[in-house]
């Protein structure tokens, strides 16, 4: 059977000790990723320009919307992970393992080639200004070519995180978001290679990042060791995968879906709106994806725990999770608002109408996130009972459903800044309520199956 030998013991000892422990490498993972991401708009605004931000930055939905679907379908390998850590399950947790690495390079191709036709498309569907969509469709037709090492790079990495590892994903991307950062100059700055060479550099560092997992695992012992000779599709594991993954990932992409009319109604307003937007979502980017870090920690939490039926300590994971995520969410928040000006004028020095433009969006958006908080920790604790589908339907009405009709009919008769970032808040509270009356007649039916 196997013991818990490395990283963070789940099962015992103090959760909101070991939730903690657990979460700080995956907060600093994501602030470094984010930090590298926030170095490849800097350099575009200050060596190629203004509209060269609006075209990275008009990208953005679609882009989320993928990187979603994708660590949506991560959550389900890290739920079957788990569940097979937690269980003791050697065999099952081998299964897992290499079930997801071959399901993550089909999957990729997939997506490869469906991104290269959509990608035109979607960026006309979304109003793309016309003096930047020529450069928008150009970043995504590169970015989409590293979705194998992508998917790789993602699926492996969750993998190692549900066995209690964090900090191994975080020291392989610190070695390629270094790289990413040195490319980005040398292509952008030395080559001047503009757009294009912002998305070689991303393409080029997605690979290493796989290249990375993929030799970690394979070196590691145990029944967590990948031998690329032995990578087959278990029928099993690959439908608990999708069973669990899927709803997941199209949850994600639903919710990250539904900033499209956002982001259609922020392009109506010109390139300098687009280009605010896209500065401000560096403030935002830094609060969702620390929150999002919490959230990914109580699916993994909660599902090693539900392998070891400890159903007690699954409730106390939620509590604690609740507590951790809301809190950051709130002071990160506040602090985003209060240095708005600063962040947003070190992207845009020169273009004090987009900075407004940002400016509007922080104050909204970053201030009320720690609502968002309660419902990502309710859809990540549902994840790890293994229960995708519900969540992903009150996401796709919740949300996506008012957000559509929200710009259609309110924003139509009142577009401003203002009443468009509003229904971020209000979608948010109304899944929260619907959510919250489920969540215990769901988990309690996972509990009751259980224990038959």
Not at 56 to 79: E, H, K, N, R, W
Not at 109 to 137: C, E, H, I, N
Not at 196 to 223: D, E, F, H, K, M
Request: with cysteine; hydrophobic share 50%.
């Amino acid at each position: 059977m196997l013991k818990q030998k490395a990283g963070v013991d789940m099962l015992n000892g103090s959760v909101m000790k070991n939730l903690i422990r657990f979460s700080v490498p995956l907060l600093l993972t994501n602030w470094l990723q984010l930090l590298f991401n926030t170095a490849d708009r800097f350099i575009v605004s200050r060596w190629v320009g203004s509209d060269a931000l609006a075209a990275v930055g008009a990208t953005f939905p679609f882009y989320i919307m993928v990187i979603c679907l994708i660590g949506g379908i991560g959550a389900g390998v890290s739920v079957c992970a788990a569940n097979d850590f937690g269980a003791g399950d050697d065999n099952g947790l081998r299964d897992t393992l290499h079930t997801s690495i071959l399901f993550a390079l089909l999957f990729a191709l997939f997506m490869l080639l469906l991104g290269q036709g959509l990608t035109r498309p979607v960026m006309r569907l979304l109003g793309t200004p016309a003096d930047v969509v020529d450069d928008s469709v150009l970043y995504l037709r590169i970015y989409f070519l590293c979705m194998p090492g992508t998917l790789v790079y993602m699926f492996g990495a969750s993998y190692i995180r549900a066995t209690g590892d964090s900090k191994r994903p975080l020291m392989l991307l610190a070695i390629s978001g270094a790289s990413n950062v040195v490319l980005n100059m040398l292509f952008v700055i030395v080559f001047h290679w503009g757009v294009a060479g912002v998305a070689i550099a991303t393409a080029i560092t997605q690979y290493l990042s796989a290249v990375l997992v993929v030799i970690y695992l394979a070196r590691r012992r145990g029944p967590s060791a990948l031998d690329l000779k032995k990578l087959k599709l278990h029928k099993a594991k690959l439908a608990k995968i999708i069973r669990i993954g899927l709803p997941a990932g199209l949850q994600s992409a639903i919710l990250a879906s539904s900033d499209m009319p956002l982001q259609f109604a922020v392009n109506s307003l010109g390139s300098l709106a687009v280009a605010g937007n896209s500065a401000a979502l560096t403030i935002d980017g830094a609060i969702f994806t620390s929150m999002d870090a919490l959230c990914n920690a109580c699916t993994v939490f909660t599902g090693q725990n539900g392998g070891a039926k400890q159903f007690s300590r699954m409730r106390q994971v939620l509590k604690d999770s609740l507590i951790l995520t809301v809190a950051i969410g709130f002071v990160l928040g506040w602090t985003g608002f209060a240095f708005r000006y600063n962040i947003i004028g070190l992207f845009l020095p020169n273009a004090p109408e987009a900075v407004e433009y940002g400016v509007s969006r922080v104050s909204i958006v970053s201030t009320t996130c720690f609502i968002y908080a309660v419902l990502c920790v309710l859809n990540a604790s549902l994840r790890g009972y293994g229960i995708s589908t519900t969540p992903a339907i009150i996401t796709l009405i919740g949300i996506v459903g008012f957000r559509y009709t929200w710009v259609l009919t309110y924003f139509k008769a009142h577009p401003t800044i203002f009443d468009l970032y509003i229904s971020y808040p209000a979608a948010w509270i109304l899944c929260i309520i619907i959510t919250s009356i489920l969540y215990g007649r769901l988990t309690k039916k996972v509990r009751l199956k259980e224990k038959t």
